[in-house]
C-alpha cells in the first residue's frame, strides 16, 4: 500500500468538498478547485475526511494511487490558504513594479520583461526586489514562479538575477589576475 495515498485527507472547517461522477471539486473561502481523478482511483468523502484508495493493485493503479492522494490533498487545503511562492531580485538596477495586474521586470535587458498572470494567480512585489506568486492551485504557482525565474536566472559569479527565497546559489571563482 502506498505510504502517502493510505492516509486520509483532513477536511478543515469552511470548505466543503464535493464528487460528481469523476470530479472532487472543493470549494472554500478563497476560491473553488477541481480535480479531475482516474477510474482506477475510488474517492471516498466520510465526516470530516476524504479517503483516496485504489480499485485494483494493478501497476497503474499503484502509481496513480499517492499522486492523486496528493493532488487532492493540495486542493483541498489550497482552497483555505493559498500557496505562496517568494522571489528576491538581485542585482544593480534590476527590480519589479506592477503594472495593473501584470508584473514589469526590469532585468538588465533592453526592454522591459512583462508576465500577465493566468486567473487564479496574484502577484505582490514589496519593495521592488521582492515578489510574491500565491494562488489556491499549487502547481500553477509553482510554474508562474519558475517562468519569472527563468528571464534572469542567478549567474554563478556575483549571485545577480531572479532566485527563489532561501534559495542557495553556489559561487565560482573569478578570473585570477595577472601576476
Given at each position: 500500500?502506498?505510504?502517502?495515498?493510505?492516509?486520509?485527507?483532513?477536511?478543515?472547517?469552511?470548505?466543503?468538498?464535493?464528487?460528481?461522477?469523476?470530479?472532487l471539486?472543493?470549494?472554500?473561502?478563497?476560491?473553488?478547485?477541481?480535480?479531475?481523478?482516474?477510474?482506477?482511483?475510488?474517492?471516498?468523502?466520510?465526516e470530516?475526511e476524504?479517503?483516496?484508495?485504489?480499485?485494483?493493485?494493478?501497476?497503474?493503479?499503484?502509481?496513480?494511487?499517492?499522486?492523486?492522494?496528493?493532488?487532492?490533498?493540495?486542493?483541498?487545503?489550497g482552497?483555505?490558504?493559498p500557496?505562496e511562492k517568494?522571489?528576491?531580485?538581485?542585482?544593480?538596477?534590476?527590480?519589479?513594479?506592477?503594472?495593473?495586474?501584470?508584473?514589469?521586470?526590469?532585468?538588465?535587458?533592453?526592454?522591459?520583461?512583462?508576465?500577465?498572470?493566468?486567473?487564479?494567480?496574484?502577484?505582490?512585489?514589496?519593495?521592488?526586489?521582492?515578489?510574491?506568486?500565491?494562488g489556491?492551485?499549487?502547481?500553477?504557482?509553482?510554474?508562474?514562479?519558475?517562468?519569472?525565474?527563468?528571464?534572469?536566472?542567478?549567474?554563478?559569479?556575483?549571485?545577480?538575477?531572479?532566485?527563489?527565497e532561501g534559495?542557495y546559489?553556489?559561487?565560482?571563482?573569478?578570473?585570477?589576475?595577472?601576476?
Open positions: 500500500m502506498s505510504r502517502i495515498g493510505k492516509l486520509p485527507i483532513a477536511i478543515p472547517d469552511g470548505v466543503e468538498v464535493k464528487i460528481e461522477g469523476n470530479v471539486t472543493a470549494k472554500g473561502p478563497k476560491g473553488t478547485e477541481s480535480v479531475e481523478f482516474p477510474s482506477e482511483i475510488e474517492v471516498v468523502i466520510n470530516k476524504v479517503a483516496v484508495n485504489r480499485k485494483s493493485e494493478d501497476r497503474k493503479s499503484r502509481s496513480l494511487h499517492g499522486l492523486f492522494r496528493t493532488l487532492i490533498s493540495n486542493a483541498i487545503v482552497v483555505k490558504t500557496f517568494k522571489l528576491e531580485i538581485i542585482g544593480v538596477g534590476y527590480r519589479a513594479a506592477m503594472q495593473g495586474t501584470a508584473i514589469n521586470l526590469s532585468l538588465g535587458y533592453s526592454h522591459p520583461v512583462i508576465i500577465e498572470p493566468p486567473a487564479g494567480i496574484t502577484i505582490a512585489v514589496e519593495a521592488n526586489t521582492k515578489v510574491t506568486v500565491s489556491t492551485n499549487k502547481q500553477m504557482v509553482g510554474d508562474v514562479a519558475a517562468l519569472i525565474r527563468s528571464k534572469r536566472p542567478p549567474e554563478p559569479y556575483k549571485g545577480k538575477g531572479v532566485k527563489y534559495e546559489i553556489a559561487r565560482k571563482a573569478g578570473k585570477a589576475g595577472k601576476k
